[in-house]
């Protein structure tokens, strides 16, 4: 069974930073190498949105809204990818959820479609 199982979430402050992790394992999950990984976020009464994706060949997506202040990066000897998060802002609470896709060419990885399996997500809550 596959699973992505995110961390490092809480509380911070306006300005503040936090980094939020994402470790893949599972016995069909193959090759962490060979996916897409994504991250998303659903802050309450609104629908799931892109906030950044890191490709198998290292090509890296972000959201308009995050883009200077967030920065992906992946771990492939630790099936881990990470979401470092600076200049945090209110606007930004939500659950952020982990996310992979297989390696296929031609999708678009900041669409949620592209995505095969999903964590649980993590809170994480931006104060004023």
């Known amino acids: 069974q596959v699973q992505l199982t995110e961390s490092g979430g809480g509380l911070v402050q306006a300005g503040g930073s936090l980094r939020v992790s994402c470790a893949a394992s599972g016995g069909t999950f193959g090759t962490f190498r060979n996916y897409a990984m994504g991250w998303f976020r659903q802050a309450p009464g609104k629908e799931r949105e892109f906030v950044a994706a890191?490709?198998?060949?290292?090509?890296?997506y972000y959201a308009d809204s995050v883009k200077g202040r967030f920065t992906i990066s992946r771990d492939n000897a630790k099936n881990t990818v990470y979401l470092q998060m600076n200049s945090l802002k209110p606007e930004d609470t939500a659950v952020y959820y982990c996310a992979a896709g297989l390696r296929r060419v031609g999708y678009d990885y900041t669409m949620i479609s592209a995505y095969d399996y999903w964590g649980q997500g993590t809170q994480v809550t931006v104060s004023s």
């Open positions: 890191i490709t198998w060949s290292g090509g890296i």
